[in-house]
């Protein structure tokens, strides 16, 4: 009988495997390419549109990342109460654009663009702000997006399975009669963008793809240049819509929770089938230039101490006959483990050395990055990574070592297969390169006949060509500033409104069902192994790729070395396997081991075949015991400490984690409690490995996804394992919120950014009921969770102070700390000198909430289509069930705010606004930019300024 179960569940499990390996290809009437992929193992829908254009098709005028914001405005039906009344106004609007580009003299162009103001606000009175995003919140949808890349532009989102006709209209209804309104407003948050793109390295990327691309279309970045952004004609992105948002040039993909059949089909015609024909545009093809001999750059990085350089040699794109060769022949130098680059890193005698594939749809190349020990050589360096390179091209490797990197390869090709997610990835870029579904399973078959000769030949081609050398030169690109242009903000008249199209979504049924949560009994398995240890359990349906996690209860905000102690032993040997032979011997059974330190929690993950599972815990549970202490190991862990510690502040983005840690936590921030520089450099050896046995006293879950049954993994873990020295509790990672007695504004100088951070935080009473915490839940939201949110509309749909915004709460387990304080924090990134207009609007929010009915019910709906659609994967839900567990919850806490956020009424929230955030006279704010650019003085009308210096947030 259980042999007939077991051949019973595998067949099963097959079926399932293969159902969610097809993908059902066709054509609608118009020439759009649909593909269909049925997987119900998440409660959740993938929808995308592709489009072939981007960036390359446009150089350097940012016309195709325009488009894409314009392409959430609505639409002559959608977005408007009037589009004939609207329209004369929009005309207008863009013959005055075109006469801008065409206009040089300073004082006629801010004439021009104060005219386009005025024109702005007069046809905002037709406009319905934000009612696409609206409508995809209120009808199911979570995660909405875009994307422009250089071949490509994407639309996205998930959303759940019932509201798939409504989707369907939607998001063709937005690509038939695409309206260009909020432009002005929109090239703003553009600006922004760019902003940000510059203070996040943009300008490090502009400078390397134009030193590689040259005069070619990826040489210029996809936002275009300022110059550009500066003067865009609306009939341009016209042109640019009609010659390639054509049904022949776009895909359609469903990936998810659907049914394939002629009912789906029938209505993607009658939805999609509207989309306009057109001929299939002709695109410029883009090769990588050819690299002359001697090529060299400099390229400024702000980071100090190390030196840098990179190699980059022409490569192969994705399909290329050779690609996957080449491929391989990387993963020889560079696979993580033992890899002949890997090899100097693991005898520490580079800090870093990595062969990596870069690429684009025309063009690709190969990099190898160097970076020398701290005061070592680049030159003595660079002749390692060439020799290492020249051994592969010579063919010295083995067969073995061939054959374990192709398991490797075709191992992860299936992983990439598994989810929705996973897949949906997979199925746009596949569109987006003219290539199939089949195309790509061939190509994983085809790993598997690739010969050493072919790696050989693939290595000489590329590494034996030139090469550009790209040197690190310690520094800050030079920054362009553009000036607020002090335009009037949209007061939208008509934001309950709905346009004739949403009335028309309203007529469409919509099938009741019950938000799916997770069953803690049903969906996982659990085993104790003894009082300490429990076996979390979860099938893998889809293929013989096991995962297993060894997670022990301590983190490091309970004992800070704990965040050193995982660099540390991911460069360590044992007693009897120098660092290089233990990779070899992971390598040798095709699995690999990653060390992943936590706040909370401090993990040791396996990936495998699952006839290599015991193997692989046997040499797991020969590291636990027997890891040796290396100085080199130790010397690298510290030089790494010290270059973070250099680096810090020279970047915004670095400073905000830590700074506003400070903010909400204190002197308990872990940023402030981790060890100092001092207590880094005292570390020895026997310290850390001391603390690493200590560490494996501690309660520990064991997760396993993967075929082997619940028993077959117990018994294997108590044999192979050292889970009898588990005896100590889990550790207290607990910190409670700060509460402030005065309003504080605090300060942090990060010289020449181009944008300041602004982030409020507003410390709320405890919430002690789960009816509390739902209105909180539904409040937030409803407040900055998406884009239909109070500060999205109001900071950046309305007055163009920022590209991004947005909240989120700060909320303990209600099970284990009912009585703890809460928070909220809001984070905006502006340019510097809309700071004090971006901290009045934030504030004035914050103590007084508009209340827009229909934004409310839209906000209702993401949080129960957030929950559903982020329902764990297969290999994701035991951990989840654990996470709850751990935090107190017998259930789904999912369950319980599911039940209660659809009975919470609009004055319900505005009674919770009062009470615990407008009533707020102590709130404290953090601004992060140049000091140069910003008016502390200003700052004092929302409290005492206090400025932090480094030592402040950052122990």
Known sequence: MRRFLLLLITILTCTVSRAQLEVKAFKLSNGMTVWLNEDHSQPKIFGAVV???????????????????????????????????????????SSQYDLLSQTKDDAERTR????????????????????????????????????????????????????????????????????????????????????????????????????????????????????????????????????????????????????????????????????????????????????????????????????????????????????????????????????????LMNEHKVMLALAVNIGFDDAAGSAVLIIPKLLGKMKTAEARVVEQIQAVMNGQFSDSQLEALKQEMVMEAEQSLETISSRSDLLVDLFSKGKTWQDLLNKIENIKRITKADVVAAAKKYYGANHITLTKKFGTPAKETLKQPGYKPIAPKNMNAKSVFAKQLEQIPIKQTTIRTVDFKNDVSTQKLNNHVTLYYKQNPINDIFTFTLRYQDGDIHTPALKILGGYLSALGTDSLKKQQLEQAWQHINTTMEVVPGDVAFSLNLTGPDTQFVPALRLLAHFLREAKGDNEALSEAKDADKVDRKSFGKQKDDVLRPAYHRIVYGSRSSYLNQLSKKEIKALKNDDLISLFHELQQYDCDLFYCGRKTINEVAQASLQALPLQQCSKPIADTFHPLQQYQEPTVFFYNVPKSRQNYVVSYDAIAPLTTAEERAKFKLWDEYFGGGMTSVLFQNVREFRSLAYSTGGSGY????????????????????????????????DSLLHQLPMKEENLDAARQSILSDIQNAYPTFRSIAKYVANQLREGYTTDSNAKTAQLVPAITAQEVEQFHQQHIGSNKNRVWLIIGDKKQTDLQALTRYGKVVELKKEDVYR
């Open 51 to 93: 489009v072939r254009a981007g960036g390359k098709d446009c150089p350097n005028t940012g016309i195709a990342h325009y488009f894409e914001h314009i392409m959430f405005k609505g639409t002559d039906r959608m977005g408007t109460i009037d589009y004939a009344s609207e329209k004369p106004w929009l005309d207008s609007i």
């Open 112 to 343: 021009i663009q104060q005219h386009i103001n005025k024109l702005s606000l007069k046809a905002a009175d037709f406009m319905i702000p934000n009612e696409f995003s609206r409508l995809i919140a209120k009808y199911g949808g979570s995660d909405l997006n875009a994307g422009t890349g250089y071949d490509m532009t994407f639309y996205h989102n998930v959303f759940m399975p019932q509201f798939i006709e409504q989707w369907c209209w939607l998001n063709s209804e937005r690509l038939i009669t695409p309206v260009f309104r909020g432009f002005q407003g929109e090239l703003e948050n553009v600006y922004e963008e760019k902003n940000r793109s510059a203070d996040g390295m943009g300008d490090v990327q502009e400078k390397i793809l134009g030193t590689v691309f040259k005069t070619q279309p990826y040489a210029y970045p996809i936002l275009g240049s300022t110059e550009n952004l500066k003067n865009p004609r609306l009939s341009d992105m016209a042109a640019f819509y009609k010659k390639y948002y054509v049904a022949s040039n776009m895909g359609l993909i469903l990936c998810g929770d659907i049914r394939p059949d002629s009912t789906l089909t029938a209505l993607l015609e009658q939805t999609f089938g509207r989309v306009q024909t057109g001929p299939v545009p002709e695109r410029s093809y883009s090769p990588m230039p050819d690299i002359q001999e001697g090529e060299h750059q400099e390229v400024k990085l702000p980071i100090p101490l190390i030196s840098a350089e990179a190699m980059v040699f022409k490569g192969a794109t994705d399909f290329e006959p050779d690609a996957a060769a080449l491929e391989l022949a990387n993963s020889l130098l560079s696979n993580g483990k033992a890899g002949l680059l890997d090899s």
């Open 811 to 842: 909320r303990s387990s209600l099970a284990k700390h009912p009585e703890a304080t809460l928070g909220y924090i809001t984070a905006t990134g502006t340019q510097a000198d809309k700071t004090m207009e971006t901290m009045a609007t934030i």
